[in-house]
């Protein structure tokens, strides 16, 4: 059966990066000529994936003619997509490195607000468009409009069509979709694993035993736990292991998660386990903070550091 991959991004973004030497307050700082990358969680999934040499549709929500300029960016990148047409203009990012200190500041936009028809319609064409075994992403915050049990509604439609619901989100929308959905993946980091549980914060110590309570209390499948440069930790009712991040000279952090996401996706697509995914997953999220700005991972950098990982893990058993 083939198994195709639907991205879902809500809030997507034009992601506008540039440099300044040096920032400083009540100035003009001159900037040079920005770059622009399509963005927000699934559109960065399906990029990645492209890069890892697989295909996904992209779907989402465009407004205005930043929405037509993101359309023009994934067209170049050569992305399929389904965009749903909002009134609202897609907002755009921006990321300034000061090549002083080489410190980056990022500037997040909240996004359009979303009209209960437009909503509506993204939940009709999951509907009509989803299969059984198709792996749906649903990646990123909810936009201003869109009610906190939103993936809730997605997670319905994914299990009576068979599909595969896949989650990285945060806050109320987060919370509710935990509670109320069946997950097959939840790829939380530890702030919200520790929101997740209802506890202020997560040591190393109570991590496992704090795994194990929500997947008893959950219908998730398996939870991927994103340590940041420290790997993930993979729980699942069967088993629980520690994936370590290589050491490498990170040059951003923008898209390691969601690049992250893509080599999970992909290494289930091409058959490996669920540990194998997560080595992989790993791998990849770590590929992406090698590069500058928003260039997700490349897939050489990718195999070369799940092979350390493999050996890494084999030589520690």
């Known amino acids: 059966m083939h198994r195709r991959i639907i991205t879902l991004t809500l809030n997507p973004t034009i992601d506008k990066s540039t440099t300044v030497v040096g920032i400083s307050p009540n100035s003009k700082l001159r900037c040079t000529e920005p770059t622009y990358d399509a963005g927000g969680g699934g559109i960065n999934v399906s990029c990645a994936i492209k890069k890892l040499g697989g295909d996904s549709l992209g779907m989402y929500l465009a407004g205005g003619p930043t929405g037509n300029h993101l359309k023009q960016l994934l067209d170049k990148d050569g992305i399929e997509q389904s965009i749903i047409k909002i009134e609202g203009w897609t907002r755009d990012n921006l990321a300034v490195t000061d090549t002083v200190t080489n410190q980056q500041y990022r500037f997040g936009m909240p996004g359009p607000n979303v009209k209960k028809e437009e909503w509506e319609a993204v939940l009709k064409q999951l509907e009509d468009y989803l299969q059984e075994s198709d792996y749906l992403i649903a990646s990123g915050k909810l936009p201003p ?146 590069h500058e700005g928003t260039k997700l991972c490349n897939k050489d950098d990718a195999d070369k550091l799940y092979e350390w990982i493999r050996r890494a893990q084999t030589v520690k058993k």
């Open 145 to 290: 409009g869109i009610p906190d049990d939103f993936y809730v509604q997605v997670a319905a439609i994914a299990r009576k069509k068979k599909a595969r619901f896949i989650l990285d989100t945060s806050g109320e929308a987060l919370m509710k979709a935990a509670a109320h959905s069946h997950i097959y993946i939840l790829k939380p980091n530890l702030g919200e694993l520790a929101a997740l549980c209802g506890v202020p914060s997560i040591s190393a110590l109570e991590l496992e035993i704090l795994a194990k309570k929500f997947l008893a209390e959950h219908d998730c499948e398996a939870l991927v736990v994103s340590l940041g440069a420290k790997g993930a930790l993979l729980a699942t009712k069967y088993e629980m292991e520690y994936v370590p991040a290589p050491t490498v000279l990170q040059k951003s952090t923008i898209g390691a998660g969601d690049s992250m996401v893509a080599g999970m996706v992909m290494s289930l697509i091409w058959g490996k386990s669920f540990s194998d995914m997560v080595k992989y997953g790993v791998a990849c999220g770590t590929a992406a903070t090698m």
